[in-house]
């Protein structure tokens, strides 16, 4: 029989822009002394939004929940092209955006769903032989990358006003959303990349059950605890 400690679960926490996924793990780590604590699934340091974070004996069922499907909205800001694929990058070229309409957009990220194979940018955490790409990139070496299959559910614009678009798109794990926004410039033929990015649900869990990465720290140990999946809620299927 398995017996299960209060804290052997799962937090939902609404990540900021600004610290990277292990800080948001490194500071609840430090702030509420866990031995255990990992997230399911990367966010950029720029983008915000729903962040899983696993405690305990629920770390067992980060590769799990990691695999999950995950939503995001975001904007994209077309004309301009940058090394990350996103606004954090260096400028490598502007054009001119072409008139487009909302449909035009909305036909052009429709070419995009379904089955992908997809390289992960070079300003990214992916490991070649051990070393994170983005090291390589700082130090202008560009490598190989080996494709990935990924799934585009859905590829939507909701709004255009010349240069952003505003989309949601929902799509498997491991899925760059920044190398979309790229390829989905190239596309169109000015360039663009990624302005910004939310992540509002990952599996069965949405954004607006979570609690800000800031109150969290606030929180009293106990109240922590009121806020913590248990294991046997996770383990369930999505």
């Given at each position: 029989?398995?017996?299960?400690?209060?804290?052997?679960?799962?937090?939902?926490?609404?990540?900021?822009?600004?610290?990277?996924?292990?800080?948001?793990?490194?500071?609840?780590?430090?702030?509420?002394?866990?031995?255990?604590?990992?997230?399911?699934?990367?966010?950029?340091?720029?983008?915000?939004?729903?962040?899983?974070?696993?405690?305990?004996?629920?770390?067992?069922?980060?590769?799990?929940?990691?695999?999950d499907d995950k939503v995001y909205?975001?904007?994209?800001?077309?004309?301009?092209?940058?090394?990350?694929?996103?606004?954090?990058?260096?400028?490598?070229?502007?054009?001119?955006?072409?008139?487009?309409?909302?449909?035009?957009?909305?036909?052009?990220?429709?070419?995009?769903?379904?089955?992908?194979?997809?390289?992960?940018?070079?300003?990214?955490?992916?490991?070649?032989?051990?070393?994170?790409?983005?090291?390589?990139?700082?130090?202008?070496?560009?490598?190989?990358?080996?494709?990935?299959?990924?799934?585009?559910?859905?590829?939507?614009?909701?709004?255009?006003?010349?240069?952003?678009?505003?989309?949601?798109?929902?799509?498997?794990?491991?899925?760059?959303?920044?190398?979309?926004?790229?390829?989905?410039?190239?596309?169109?033929?000015?360039?663009?990349?990624?302005?910004?990015?939310?992540?509002?649900?990952?599996?069965?869990?949405?954004?607006?059950?979570?609690?800000?990465?800031?109150?969290?720290?606030?929180?009293?140990?106990?109240?922590l605890q009121k806020r913590v999946?248990?294991?046997?809620?996770?383990?369930?299927?999505?």
């Amino acid at each position: 029989m398995h017996v299960f400690d209060p804290f052997d679960g799962a937090v939902l926490i609404d990540k900021p822009a600004g610290p990277t996924s292990h800080d948001v793990v490194d500071a609840l780590r430090r702030a509420f002394r866990l031995e255990k604590v990992g997230h399911c699934g990367t966010l950029d340091p720029n983008a915000t939004g729903l962040l899983v974070i696993v405690l305990g004996k629920g770390t067992k069922l980060s590769e799990k929940l990691m695999s999950d499907d995950k939503v995001y909205e975001g904007a994209i800001k077309f004309g301009e092209t940058t090394d990350s694929y996103d606004a954090a990058g260096e400028l490598v070229s502007s054009l001119p955006v072409p008139p487009i309409t909302l449909e035009e957009l909305n036909a052009a990220a429709a070419e995009f769903q379904g089955d992908l194979m997809q390289a992960p940018p070079m300003v990214s955490a992916v490991k070649i032989k051990g070393v994170p790409l983005y090291k390589l990139a700082r130090k202008g070496i560009e490598v190989e990358r080996k494709p990935r299959l990924i799934h585009i559910y859905s590829f939507r614009f909701s709004s255009y006003s010349e240069p952003l678009g505003q989309f949601r798109i929902a799509c498997t794990k491991g899925t760059y959303v920044r190398s979309l926004a790229h390829d989905l410039g190239q596309k169109i033929g000015c360039g663009a990349h990624l302005a910004s990015l939310r992540r509002i649900v990952s599996g069965k869990f949405d954004v607006k059950d979570s609690i800000t990465f800031e109150d969290a720290l606030k929180l009293t140990a106990s109240d922590l605890q009121k806020r913590v999946l248990p294991f046997l809620t996770l383990a369930q299927p999505a």
